[in-house]
């Protein structure tokens, strides 16, 4: 399995903008979904975005479309979320995800590694 390790997180004024980075090792298949989850203090961990292993296909939830951009790198085993015009509900420890298989999907427990998490908190 993957280990995942995220980078990028911090403070940022609503309206600005972060990129997310994370990087994976260990795991030499690249044919891996990738994807981006957070969670707010007690509230479930949700989806975000996830592209698929050759980044040709990206989706992302509702509440972050056309505000938010994943990409990945396979070269650089690493996969990108830039986060544009935050908005203080956006603050929450994002994750990263990675899992085998031919799609994205949007439940946590289909994805089998996780990295620690990056706090993002966006001010009002």
């Known amino acids: 399995q993957a280990q995942l390790e995220e980078s990028g997180g911090g403070y940022v004024e609503a309206g600005g903008s972060l990129t997310l980075s994370c990087i994976a090792s260990g795991d030499k298949n690249s044919r891996i979904v990738m994807g981006w989850f957070r969670q707010a203090p007690g509230k479930e961990r949700e989806f975000v975005a996830g592209?698929?292993?050759?980044?040709?296909?990206?989706f992302y939830a509702d509440s972050v479309e056309g505000r938010f951009t994943i990409s990945r790198d396979n070269a650089k085993s690493s996969v990108y979320l830039q986060m544009g015009n935050l908005k203080p509900e956006d603050s929450a420890v994002y994750y990263c995800a990675a899992r085998r298989g031919t799609g994205v999907r949007t439940t946590p427990n289909e994805y089998h590694s996780w990295g620690q998490g990056t706090q993002v908190t966006v001010s009002s």
């Open positions: 592209t698929s292993w050759t980044g040709g296909a990206t």
